[in-house]
């Protein structure tokens, strides 16, 4: 049986976000590539243009979420949190928030595209110039560091390669200096 006749027959042939009946077709979940049953949805033109076009947005539309947020099938969660995610500065959908449970698994999937996710929250290591740092960068120390713990003096000019980001603290990065693994604080590099 095709992934979409698989659809249709779990959504009886309707909207899995809003019940519509007309122009319906599978729309498969990011971050997934290829549709299956499990990474897919089967929808009506209108969501899915809504979804991939998020200025051509009517929030009215978006009511239909209240039903369908408590849908048991994971793909239509994840869409469904999204959504609202998308739409909280509207009010009621913050509501519709604190009500959606979504379990561990499900919860990663909905955040893989960074939706719903605050920006003041995210941590971002800055350089000394105040460029964004990113793990894998090459680093050039600015000034020369005594190494707590490793017996040395780290050089200025030296160049850390393949730097790793320490995720709870914006102020430190981790690498390789004199052969040895160290914690850099990011107002001492700039990016090369």
Partial sequence: MSIEKQLEKRSKSTCELC????????????????ESEKDSIYICQTCSSQINNPETMDANHWRCLNDSMWSTVPAVQV????????????GWPQDLLDM????????????ATGEGV???DVV???DSNGAVLQAGDTVVLIKDL???GGGFTAKRGTAVRNISLVHDNAEQIEGKGSGQ???ILTQFVKKN
């Fill in 19 to 34: 019940a519509a009946t007309d122009n319906l077709a599978v729309y498969t979940v990011a971050p997934a590539i290829q």
């Fill in 79 to 90: 869409v469904a949190w999204r959504m609202l995610n998308r739409l909280k500065s509207e």
């Fill in 100 to 111: 959606l449970y979504l379990d561990e698994e499900t919860k990663i999937w909905a955040e």
């Fill in 118 to 120: 605050d920006q003041d």
């Fill in 124 to 126: 971002k290591h800055i």
């Fill in 146 to 148: 005594n190494v707590k």
């Fill in 181 to 183: 693994h160290i914690v």
